[in-house]
């Protein structure tokens, strides 16, 4: 009977023993056997995600697409406010030139849109009163840019006037609201753009009006323009971005760097892979730049433009249609 009962206590504990073994075995890395798996599939599909989660292109296809390249750092953001105004023809620069004499028009030597220099003979009236002949010249170097005169014309006013501008020079009168008010200064700088596909010009704010109009509310900021080319002309509507601040950023991309992907903002940074969508947290914009406060490091090799082809083989390789 004793026999019986001290076989019963080694085989038991025997059994314990087998199976701290097992147990040590099988969790020695301090998960159960179930949770071990997950884990390693969980990195496998994270594996997996990030390398489907790229795109591949060659430098041959890198140049085909126009894909620019950059490192990342530090920048000027300029903060900037719209406005919008009219170019207009400096009255200083204006001459109205009125035929001295009632006559009848014997000779028009010029017509509107012509250049003509200080002196110039523009038509030949003969008066009325002494049936002589005189000369209506140009007061100032410039164009005609309005004359009602026609030869055989009886003329006895000043509406018969001929108006001749000096063009090479025009204001940008800009409209400023209230609240922008307190940030427009004299001598800030201004882009001014006529629209897309047209170069921009820069200048300086030299005049704002001391009152604001009655009817629109509004106070004029003034910028002059230099127009050897005559691009700006008097009547056009322009804008102007205004630089009201300027700010050094740890981290400045441009605007075109920035795409969405699943609602998120993304850069596409180049890895030893391809390039790789990045979520990236954006701060401070302007028209040009993105101050970037997260997601990015300083020295990254990052997607500058037509980072949207990408995007689009990241689209491609998600539906299974391999480059």
Known sequence: MKGNKLYLVLTLIAGIVIGMLIQKMFFSSGETPAAQTK????????????????????????????????????????????????????PERL????????????????????????????????????????EVKSLINGTVIDMHMTRGELIDDDAHAVVVADLSYVWADFSVYQKDLPFVRIGQPVEITLGPGIPAAWGKISYITPVVDE?????????????????????????????????????????????????????????????????????????NGVEIIGGLRPGQRYVTKNAFTLKAELGKSAFGDEH
Not at 56 to 76: C, D, N, Y
């Open 39 to 90: 884990t390693e599939h969980a990195e496998e599909s994270n594996h997996h995600e990030d390398r489907e989660n790229v795109a591949r292109l060659g430098e041959s296809e890198l140049k085909e697409f126009g894909i620019e390249l950059a490192v990342a750092g530090p920048g000027k953001l300029q903060i900037h406010t719209d406005l919008t105004g009219e170019i207009v023809i400096d």
């Open 95 to 134: 001459a109205h030139v009125v035929p001295r004499f009632p006559g009848v028009v014997k000779e028009v030597r010029k017509k509107i849109g012509d250049k003509v220099r200080k002196g110039e003979i523009i038509a030949i009236i003969e008066s009325n009163e002494s049936l002589a002949p005189y």
């Open 215 to 287: 009817e629109t509310r509004t106070a004029t900021a003034r910028v002059v323009l230099k127009n050897a080319d005559g691009r700006w002309k008097p009547g056009l509507f322009v804008k102007g971005r205004l630089i009201v601040e300027e700010k050094e950023v740890k981290l400045l991309v441009p605007k075109s760097a920035i795409e969405t992907l699943e609602d998120r903002p993304v850069v596409f940074v180049q890895t030893g892979e391809g390039f790789k969508p990045q979520t990236v947290v954006v701060g401070r914009t302007n028209g």
